[in-house]
């Protein structure tokens, strides 16, 4: 017999219910307020009383209005068709609801039933089985989608048989597993699991060490991230986070995207919706929609459903990488998600730490991050979760709670600066102050050692040195005038002026210049480095201004131009011209 | 909001505070409306049977035996067309003289648009200023604020904006609303023979602070009948919201919530957020624009309202005087609209998006000689260069009195880039250099 309940007491969407047998932590139940059912879940339980936040506005809600619990904590659906899908928070398949305006209570399935998928089977009768064994796959959008033993089954089963090749819906039994007591269980496409909870059904978990390319010139070349990494991106409004996350999630190289859009903005996601469909993956030539699935909480949406939607989204991302795929997860803005939880703990008067968030948000913080990586499967095959989270610190301030809390777990720090993006220099990744731990990682350099060049980390260094000198330098120059310092300085300067506008600057908006290959990456930051370390005649520092801004602008025009096309060539004579005509032999 | 016989009436108020009274009923839904003494009041909790209710006109006066009745419903209003060229209060309660609307009952605040079901913004809103068109492009289905020290003309600034854009409805919501700026808009409206296809919705610093709360639901709620119902172009003023955040703090710590930074509550961000969402461009041709005032208080963007609402907006305009020209510009550094990508270059003219940076670039060079110059340092030729460019832009087109169209704003950046620097020094694609840069 499943727990009832009685509404006790209401606040905003904090309902207090009086349960009339057990309940557990993060358990969900229903509000039937007026004929519709709410859901919620609970988040603090003292005696009979369950705390419980709902996923919807309480507008309406009585006392004494009855609750029903579910017996399960909140779950998401997996199997075929989940790609291409906009879900809101808690899984709903947005474009099943009716009207133009969301309605309480209206929870639709996130699958398709009567969809039919062309199952090839991968096990066969007689084999040894576990948790996360790849029974059978299916072709979804492309992608070989692996139908799974069920991540919750326990210990060994012997596949009894496994369904021939042929069209199923997601509800067809495929297998027939028998368990060790000798029962029989039969196994379709559908598995459920609890958000809240990480999927481990994988082997192990190595320090990850694969370069993930992003088409991000300042991340690849000078802080990569990498397949099953994690990286945060703080910045203040209008800096440039979503806009980043969006090249990062067209461009990167995985297999599959999750974009949770949390608590941010509506048209965001529209973008999405509107470019997704059309643009293609350059490595694959299909749709990018084809592989991203997004879900949308945004800022508008209910409050308590935007912390649910970073776990939905993260629990996709494992179901994936269980299928040996490379995942990458991006959330936009993990700030959203910590207001929630503040917003949330204060209605419970629990004792507030810094800025009245919570006092385990760094507990919570640091979890989730935990449950990206690269892992080896059970079976040998690797996977990957690929995350990156937007924070959104208050008055751009990076002294606060969430900030703080991400770069204790976070491997990748991608600051964007107010005053680059001020000075329209995006994208605004402060490259002084940025860093991934990845380049300190020896299996790292032994990777992009071998697929880009021995001496390409060399080159990195090289090209950070210049930056860092070159900051040095433009503050002297500041302090004792343009007049005040050797011209030297003045070439200092420039030349690093030369890899930011070259290297760091990139056009989001420009077809061409918004991804780089490594390969053209390697190219450019080689021939930049080039001009570095060339000495230079010049009798004024009017002239090391004039004579770099040409450089800078020929540049420029061979980011704009297809690579080692006739116009980049030409430019690239024109630019070789000019250096040769100051050059110092 | 009247009272109907049957219900029961209620007269024991056990406690009250600045802002709530709480007393014993039962069958009350959360989120109710109800009478306290003849004043409008919403619940905001109940345990058990203890509910509490927050009054609107502030509790002063009420006694412990007042009448409280409540009215089975949270606010609302009435919609249809007969809306239009009407003045309201924050209850939607005429105040121009005129009958009662009658029409659709409506919930205010209701819920959020399936973002599935929204399109992509695409329409370009065009103002005639420059600081706007050229550099911070409006789009419909857009959000964005002025953020504007309280001395700045930001609100002929928007009334122009209002009148210009080519729009079916537009929406007042005037939150602690001078009496003389609500008559501005009036005149502003009617000599513009603009009235018919007006709606406001206005709480004056006469009345009382907490009411404005519901001032911009009303008006959204109202926005979006014309949007849906009708597929009409709803451009929404809301001014000055810095002041509905005031509201909102005073409301949180009269109960006792905690408050996170700058005093506001914690959940300021989604508070802002559910109203500047309402904004939206539907498939069908209806869309509701968001125009909105943040006053700052000394130029300070760190603090929590204009730091939550740049969160949450799709950019924001910045007003500011110019001292070189003695003129009100639209900064061009600060202000910022996200939405611009959309239309720039797409429709409108293909040099725009490489004209509005480098001119910005050029400004922000001619920032930097300006500093060196107060530093005591001697200026290069390109510094010089640069300081004439930027007065000459800053009067032909940053000045908030320029009204010229898109292409006019284009050659004539390309003028002032001819007439103040050479072509490698402004840095466009050669392609747009050779087609646009003036022969002479
Ligand atoms: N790489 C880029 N190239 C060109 N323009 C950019 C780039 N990145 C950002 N911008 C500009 O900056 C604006 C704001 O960027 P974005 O929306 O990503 O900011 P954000 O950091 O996500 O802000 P918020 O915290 O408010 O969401 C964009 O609309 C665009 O005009
Ligand atoms: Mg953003």
Known sequence: ?585 | MEKTAFQKIYTKISQITKATCSLEATDVGYGELAIVNGKLAQVVKIIGGLVTLQVFGGTEGIPTNAEVTFLGKAPSIKVSEDLAGRFFNAYGDPIDGGPAVEGEERIIGGPSVNPVRRKQPSELIATGIAGIDLNNTLVSGQKIPFFADPDQPFNQVMAMVALRAKTDKIILGGMGLTNDDYLFYKNVFDNAGALDRIISFVNTTDNPPVERLLVPDMALTAAEYFAVEKNETVLVLLTDMTLYADALSIVSNRMDQIPSKDSMPGSLYSDLAKIYEKAVQFPEGGSITIIAVTTLSGGDITHAIPDNTGYITEGQLFLRRDSDVGKVIVDPFRSLSRLKQLVIGKKTREDHPQVMNSAVRLFADAANAKTKLENGFDLTDYDQRCLSFAKDYSEKLLAIDVNIDIDQMLNTGWNLFNTHFKPEEVGIKQELVDKYWPKN
């Open chain 1, 1 to 585: 017999m499943s727990t009832k309940g009685k509404v006790k007491g209401i606040i905003s969407n904090l309902v207090i219910v009086e349960a009339d047998g057990p309940v557990s932590q993060n358990e969900i139940c229903f509000i039937v307020s007026g004929g519709t059912r709410l859901m919620a879940e609970v988040i603090k339980i003292n005696g009979q009383n369950a705390f419980v936040q709902v996923f919807e506005s309480t507008t309406g809600v009585k006392i004494n209005e009855e609750v029903e619990f579910a017996g399960h904590m909140l779950e998401v659906t997996l199997g075929p068709g989940i790609l291409s899908k906009n879900y809101d928070g808690l899984q709903n398949d947005l474009d099943k609801m009716d009207g133009v305006f969301l309605k309480r209570g209206d929870y639709t399935y996130p699958l398709d039933h009567d969809k039919k998928w062309h199952f090839k089977p991968l096990a066969k009768a007689g084999d040894i089985v576990e948790a996360a064994s790849w029974l059978g796959e299916v072709d979804e959008n492309g992608m070989p989608h692996k139908i799974m033993v069920p991540f919750v089954f326990k210990g060994k089963y012997t596949v009894k048989s496994v369904s021939d090749e042929g069209d199923y819906t997601v509800e067809n039994t495929i297998a027939t597993l028998v368990d060790s007591n000798g029962k029989d269980i039969k196994v379709n496409m559908i598995q459920k699991w609890p958000v809240k909870v990480a999927i481990t059904a994988y082997k192990e978990k190595p320090r990850p060490f694969k370069l993930l390319e992003t088409g991000v010139r300042t991340i690849d070349t000078l802080n990569p991230i990498v397949e099953g990494g994690t990286g945060f991106i703080p910045g203040p409004f209008g800096a440039g986070k979503t806009v980043l996350q969006h090249a990062i999630s067209k461009q990167a190289e995985a297999d599959i995207v999750i974009v949770a859009a949390c608590g941010e903005r509506a048209n965001e996601v529209v973008e999405i919706f509107t470019e997704f469909p059309e643009l293609e993956d350059a490595r694959t030539g299909k749709k990018l929609i084809e592989r991203t699935t997004i879900i949308a909480n945004t800022s508008n949406m209910p409050v308590a459903a935007r912390e649910a939607s970073v776990y939905t989204a993260m629990t996709l991302a494992e179901y994936y990488r269980s299928m040996g795929l490379r995942a990458l997860l991006m959330a936009d803005s993990t700030s959203r998600w910590a207001q929630a939880l503040r917003e949330m703990s204060n209605r419970l008067e629990e004792l507030p730490g810094p800025d009245a968030f919570p006092m385990d948000l760094p507990a919570v913080i640091s979890s989730f991050y935990a449950r990206a990586g690269y892992v080896y499967l059970n079976n040998g095959e690797t996977g990957s979760i690929t995350f990156i989270g937007t924070v959104s610190p208050a008055g751009g301030n990076l002294k606060e709670p969430v900030t703080e809390s991400t770069k204790k777990v976070a491997r990748c720090f991608y600051a964007l600066a107010q005053g680059r993006a001020d000075s329209k220099r995006y994208p605004a990744i402060d490259p002084i102050d940025s860093y991934s731990k990845y380049l300190e990682y020896p299996e790292f350099s032994e990777y992009v050692g071998k697929i880009i060049s021995e001496t390409w980390l060399d080159l990195v260094n090289e090209a950070k040195t210049i930056l860092l000198r070159g900051k040095e330098t433009y503050e002297q120059i500041n302090i004792l005038g343009d007049d005040g310092v050797p011209i030297d300085y003045h070439v200092t300067y420039w030349k690093s002026e030369v890899i930011d506008f070259i290297v760091l600057q990139q056009d989001a908006f420009d077809s061409i210049d918004q991804s780089t290959p490594i390969e053209r990456q390697q190219y450019m930051l080689t021939s930049v480095l080039d001009i570095c370390r060339t000495s230079f005649d010049f009798d004024s520092f009017n002239d090391v201004t004039n004579y770099f801004k040409k450089a800078i602008n020929l540049y420029k025009q061979m980011n704009y131009s297809e690579f080692k096309s006739e116009k980049f060539n030409k430019f690239e004579q024109e630019l070789n011209d000019l250096i040769a005509e100051r050059r110092i032999a």
